[in-house]
DNA sequence: ATAAAGGTTCCAGTAACTGGAGAGTCAACC
DNA sequence: GGTTGACTCTCCAGTTACTGGAACCTTTAT
C-alpha cells in the first residue's frame, strides 16, 4: 500500500512515515516502478507500535529497541523476555505518573463547582502532587 | 530554594528547569542578591506537573494552558472546568493506549517462554495492534 | 585563602519532526 | 488522448524542546 494509507492505517502523519523509513527505523518492505514507498500490513503494526511508544516518551532508539524485539526473531527469547520485561517496568511507571496527572486534573474538575464562582481551589491538586523520579529509563 | 534543589525536587535537569524559566513556562519568584534563582515550593510543584504533562506528550503550549488554569485563579470556575475536563479527555485516551502498548508487551514477555526456543511470537502482539487515533488533541 | 560545588549568561548542537518548493505519477473524467 | 487534482518523490530549511559547553561568578567547606 502507499504511504498515505499506511500512515492514515497507523494514525501517523505522511511526513512522520517517510521520516521514519529515512532513519531507518520502519522501512517499506519495496518501492513501485515509480519509486514510490510500498508498505505491508506488517509494518503498518509497526508503525502503529511505534506511535504509541513515541507518544509515551518512549524515544526514537528505545522504539529501536522495542522494535529488534519484533525484527531479530532468531535471538533467544530469554533475551528477548529480558528487554521486554525491562520495558514493561519503564511502561508501568508511566502507568503510575500518568494516573497521578489524572488525578490531579480529575480534582480539579471535580473541586471547582462549575458555576461563576471564582477561585477555584486548583493549588490544592498541585500541592498534592507526589514527587517521582524523572523517566530517565536507559 | 536553589535552582539545583528545585529540579531535584521536582524531578528534572537543572537546564531543563532554567529553560522554562527562560521561555516563561515557570518564572521562579525572585532571585537572590547575587542573581540566582529563587524557587518556592508552589513553583516546584508546578514543576513536577509539567513534567508529567510533558512526558505524555503534551506541548509545552498544552502545559502552559494546564498550567493557566492554576495561575488565573480568578477565571470562572465553569471556564476553568471545560478546559481541565477537555484535558482529561486526552489523558483517557492516552491511558487507553498506554494500556494497549503495555498489553502488546506483556503478551510478549508472557508468550516467550524464557528458555532459548527462538521464534517468539512477538509478531502476535504487533498483529493485534488495534488501530487508535493519534493524539492530535489541540 | 583556596578548592569544589553549584550558580549565571550565551551560544551552538541535537532529536524528532514539520513545512514548502519543485517535479514526477496515478486515477478519473471529458 | 489530454487535462485536472490528489498523491508521491527528494531535498532543504525551520521548529520545538531541550542539552552540552565555555567563560565567569557565588557559596560553602577546609
Request: net charge neutral.
Amino acid at each position: 500500500m502507499n504511504i498515505g494509507t499506511a500512515a492514515t492505517a497507523a494514525g501517523l502523519p505522511v511526513k512522520t512515515v517517510r521520516y521514519y523509513a529515512d532513519i531507518g527505523l520502519i522501512s517499506p518492505s519495496g518501492r513501485t516502478d515509480a519509486g514510490y514507498r510500498d508498505y505491508a500490513e506488517d509494518e503498518v503494526s509497526k508503525l502503529i507500535f511505534v506511535r504509541r511508544a513515541r507518544s509515551f516518551g518512549f524515544s526514537i532508539d528505545q522504539a529501536r529497541e522495542l522494535l529488534s524485539l519484533y525484527e531479530d526473531r532468531n535471538r533467544s527469547s530469554a533475551d528477548v523476555k529480558a528487554i521486554a520485561a525491562r520495558k514493561l517496568e519503564d511502561i508501568d511507571a508511566k502507568m503510575s505518573e500518568l494516573r497521578a496527572l489524572r488525578d490531579e486534573l480529575a480534582h480539579l474538575v471535580d473541586a471547582c463547582r462549575g458555576d461563576n464562582r471564582p477561585d477555584c481551589p486548583i493549588i490544592s491538586g498541585f500541592a498534592n502532587a507526589r514527587k517521582d523520579r524523572p523517566s530517565t529509563s536507559g
